[in-house]
């Protein structure tokens, strides 16, 4: 079955780093976009950034020349890099793929920015 394992979270401080993965397994990943999406407390879940099979890449406005997705299809893994992180990027992060039988999301991984 169609599993989505996300790692990587933690606390940072402001300006800091960190690197989430995602690791999928269930399906031929090659094949499909990625999503990372984040849910602060009492907000709504919001699509962070995606990457395509062909490795096209979007992003939200508001992490657009700090994160970067990037694949590595022969590991059927996802990556967000996030720099420069700030106070508001706190939220759990979950990535998900979105199929014809379903849309399937890991279960998520806590990131804390906060000094």
């Known amino acids: 079955q169609v599993q989505l394992v996300e790692s990587g979270g933690g606390l940072a401080q402001p300006g800091e780093s960190l690197k989430l993965a995602c690791s999928a397994s269930?399906?031929?990943?090659?094949?499909?976009?990625i999503r990372w999406y984040r849910q602060a407390p009492g907000n709504q879940r919001e699509l962070v950034a995606g990457?395509?099979?062909?490795?096209?890449?979007n992003y939200a406005d508001f992490v657009k020349g700090r994160f970067t997705i990037s694949r590595d299809n022969a590991k059927n893994t996802v990556y967000l890099q996030m720099n420069s992180l700030k106070p508001e990027d706190t939220a759990v992060y979950f990535c998900?793929?979105?199929?014809?039988?379903?849309?399937?999301w890991g279960q998520g991984t806590q990131v804390t920015v906060s000094s």
């Open positions: 269930g399906f031929i990943f090659s094949l499909y976009d």
């Open positions: 998900a793929v979105h199929r014809a039988s379903g849309d399937y």
């Open positions: 990457i395509t099979g062909t490795f096209s890449t």
